[in-house]
């Protein structure tokens, strides 16, 4: 089926699957048209060009969008929301994360094989031919919000979310995303080939690119839903699983469909030394330089990671500009510091990306998807790795979670306080021994906050979080089937295994259990 066909079938709002009517079921209800006045807190404020504080500060919104920042509201409000001893911050962007339980991040800490060091997943995703590996297992509902509850809880208002679409095309995703009241970049995710182990643990790459190629029409469908949809919480972008499994040919389908629906592309690429050496062996190119070649790197890139660049101590290759190249291209590189420090390297370094102009935004990509805690290890890895105090600065950090997310989704209206911007405002506790006295509130939320201090999240104008409860879903329930989950993959994995082992013996356990 062509993008064309897509779209006329979409708009005939024809009852069954991949039509776009389903997207009809997300329809938001009439948002409230009555003013909420929050005051006297301190206000992360955006002034046009970048962050500024506003102590005793004011946040009025009205209808999903933000009416007054400042003081001295000059109008009248329905509602008034009081924010003394509080930060009040724009929503947290991830620009990078798999929703779901992660139970597969629950087992590689710590663990892994090594010779598959400075590699992100190949530790523990693949299983034996035949096997289903963890992305290619269908999520649960209860998985995906599950996830979706973490990012809330920790003031992320807008995810990109990698993940397959599953039997429905993704149409669950979506409507769990609406469900919970989270903003949802998103379609299917596509691949050209996949990875298994053999018998004796070596690693096999199984191509298909037939099967990427119906993967790019499932997103088709789903694209063409959201277009002809009216929620503005649910928006469409490519996502291409990783350079590495891709095809030219699955490569330029991909940019065409990016194109047709006006919307980004998103892909993991340059994460992995065996795969920078990879390409460089197959095609003379660093992966970045491959990109540039194959048109894939535009302002409307998404790149997850992208470590393994020209440069990088690891390469052994300083040959070539691809920091340039990206910066030239307004291409985004998504920094996930958590992950990579638990597989023992990162980012050489933040610093050297905002100095060669590239635009960087933050992804929660492992559990528990905690953005503060991405901002922390993004500081300080940044400062180690750099052997500088005055290098990934807190200010720096902050506005990747937030700006410099929304610059990597075309949105002007996120990741900031500002008349006319999207009411997605995240208000945080600053008193207590979990954060302690505040000098300065950047400084507060890059290196001391956590999910603890969250108190309410908005999005869109609507509280999803209040007094650090869920609103849209029992967070009890969810964390424990959340928990039954992650037991029963685990079970899975250990099947699965080409090793034949116990799963404590590939993983083995920090602590050994003990009868007494």
């Not at 929301?81 to 929703?99: F, T």
């Not at 409507?175 to 018998?199: C, D, K, N, Q, W």
């Not at 990879?278 to 003379?284: A, D, K, S, V």
């Amino acid at each position: 089926m062509t993008i064309d066909e897509v779209n006329a079938k979409a708009s005939k709002n024809a009852p069954s699957y991949g039509s776009g009517a389903w997207v009809y079921s997300l329809r938001m209800e009439d948002s409230t048209q009555q003013t909420v006045l929050i005051e006297h807190g301190t206000v992360i404020a955006f002034d046009g060009e970048r962050h500024r504080r506003i102590d005793a500060g004011e946040v009025a919104f009205c209808g999903g969008r933000i009416t007054h920042v400042g003081r001295n509201f000059p109008g009248k409000c329905d509602r008034r929301v009081s924010a003394r001893g509080k930060i009040v911050m724009p929503g947290l962007i991830s620009a990078h994360s798999h929703v779901s339980v992660q139970s597969g991040s629950r087992l590689i800490t710590d663990g892994g094989r090594p010779q598959f060091s400075k590699a992100l997943f190949l530790n523990y995703l693949p299983n034996s031919e035949g096997e289903p590996g963890y992305l290619d297992r269908p999520e649960h509902e209860a998985s995906v919000r599950y996830g979706f509850a973490s990012l809330l809880r920790h003031g992320i208002t807008t995810v990109v979310n990698f993940s397959p679409g599953g039997p429905s095309g993704g149409r669950y995703i979506a409507e769990i995303a609406r469900e919970m009241g989270i903003r949802l970049y998103y379609s299917p995710v596509t691949t050209a080939a996949s990875y298994h182990f053999g018998g004796a643990g070596e690693l096999l790459t199984i191509w298909d690119e037939d099967r990427g190629l119906r993967e790019l029409e499932f997103a088709a469908e789903f694209l063409a839903g959201v277009k002809h949809g009216p929620s503005e919480l649910v928006k469409g972008i490519v996502m291409v699983d990783e350079l590495l499994l891709s095809t030219e040919e699955l490569i330029r389908r991909a940019i065409e469909l990016a194109n047709e629906f006006d919307v980004h592309l998103t892909l993991h690429a340059a994460e992995q030394l065996y795969e920078f050496h990879e390409f460089l062996r197959r095609h003379g190119r660093t992966p970045v330089e491959y990109m540039a070649d194959k048109g894939l790197l535009t302002s409307k890139t998404v790149i997850a990671h992208c470590l393994m660049i020209a440069g990088h101590s690891s390469t052994g290759h300083r040959h070539g500009d691809d920091l340039g190249l990206l910066a030239k291209a307004g291409a985004t590189v998504v920094h996930c510091p958590v992950v990579q420090a638990r597989r023992g390297y990162g980012m050489e370094s933040y610093q050297r990306y905002l100095d060669a102009g590239v635009n960087v935004a933050l992804g929660a990509d492992t559990w528990p998807l905690d953005l503060f805690a991405e901002m922390r290890m993004a500081t300080y890895l940044g400062k180690l790795t750099d052997g500088r105090y005055d290098a990934a600065k807190a200010m720096d950090i902050f506005n990747s979670a937030t700006l410099g997310g929304a610059k990597a989704l075309g949105r002007s209206d996120l990741g900031r306080l500002a008349a006319s911007a999207e009411a997605d405002i995240v208000i945080v506790d600053a008193e207590g021994f979990g954060v302690g006295p505040i000098r300065d509130p950047v400084h507060t939320l890059v290196h001391q906050t956590s999910a603890a201090q969250v108190d309410t999240v908005i999005v869109a104008g609507e509280t999803v979080v209040e007094g650090g409860r869920l609103v849209n879903a029992d967070g009890g329930d969810v964390l424990r089937q959340g928990i039954e989950i992650a037991e029963q993959e685990w079970l899975e994995f250990e099947r699965g295994h080409w090793s034949g082992a116990k799963l404590d013996e590939i993983f083995p356990p920090a602590i050994e259990s003990w009868d007494g």
